[in-house]
């Protein structure tokens, strides 16, 4: 969905280096969401956001940190990447508790 | 907690036959289920949901989605499938009592359609 998008799409790193994905959105929702997917294990949440001043953890949150910008822009960064670290990551935006919708993902990589 | 099961990680459906998608949810409350489809070196895009109403729910590219309340089941349906929707398929759930919007994912199912 091009009203989500995410930067950079694809990035290759090394272990113990900081990292930052981007995600912005035009769709003028209020909540954003950040996703890991994995073979088999479909997506997970990593943290989400109701608004500027309200950041949650989801079930994975270890190794991650996340801040929320303005009301469209929410960046996950990987304070020390691991190889396990290793993914797909989706961010998501709704309005209100309404449908979550997908930009569409960066390609991370830790050697 | 909530949690969805896809309890197949490959459907393999000739071009013009009847697709089906698996999918069985848990939730302690009443669920709100939702259907995404991922294209490859795509994101997901939002195929169709259900909420509260009617149980046969129809979506996106002639996708439609059944809610069977007693066998906890929404499976994803199409009447004649296409090679164009070849594509992995997720089933998600949100309990309506779940403060906040978080969805629970399966596992995925790869759709392949032969010509």
């Known amino acids: 969905d091009a009203d989500v998008t995410q930067t950079p799409r694809n990035r290759i790193t090394k272990t113990g280096k900081r990292i930052m994905l981007e995600c912005s959105q035009t769709k003028g929702h209020d909540r954003m969401y950040w996703y890991r997917q994995d073979p088999g294990l479909g997506l997970r949440l990593i943290y989400y956001s109701f608004d500027v001043k309200d950041i949650n953890k989801g079930e994975i949150s270890d190794g991650y940190s996340v801040s929320r910008q303005a009301q469209a822009k929410f960046s996950l960064s990987l304070e020390s990447a691991i190889p396990n670290q290793t993914a797909l990551y989706f961010c998501?935006?709704?309005?209100?508790?309404?449908?979550?919708?997908f930009g569409p993902g960066t390609r991370l990589t830790v050697l | 907690a909530q949690s969805v099961a896809q309890p197949e990680d490959q459907v393999n459906v000739a071009e013009g036959n009847p697709l089906t998608v698996k999918c069985t949810y848990s939730?302690?409350?009443?669920?709100?289920l939702f259907w995404y489809v991922q294209y490859p070196n795509r994101g997901l895009q939002f195929l169709l949901k259900y909420i509260t109403g009617d149980n046969l729910v129809k979506g996106s590219y002639g996708f439609e989605a059944e809610f069977n309340k007693s066998q906890t089941s929404f499976h994803l349906k199409k009447p004649s499938a296409l090679v164009s929707d070849s594509a992995l398929y997720f089933c998600a759930v949100r309990d309506i009592a779940t403060a906040g919007n978080k969805l629970t994912f399966g596992g995925g199912t790869r759709v392949l359609v032969k010509p």
């Open positions: 939730v302690s409350g009443n669920p709100y």
């Open positions: 998501a935006t709704s309005l209100g508790r309404d449908t979550q919708y």
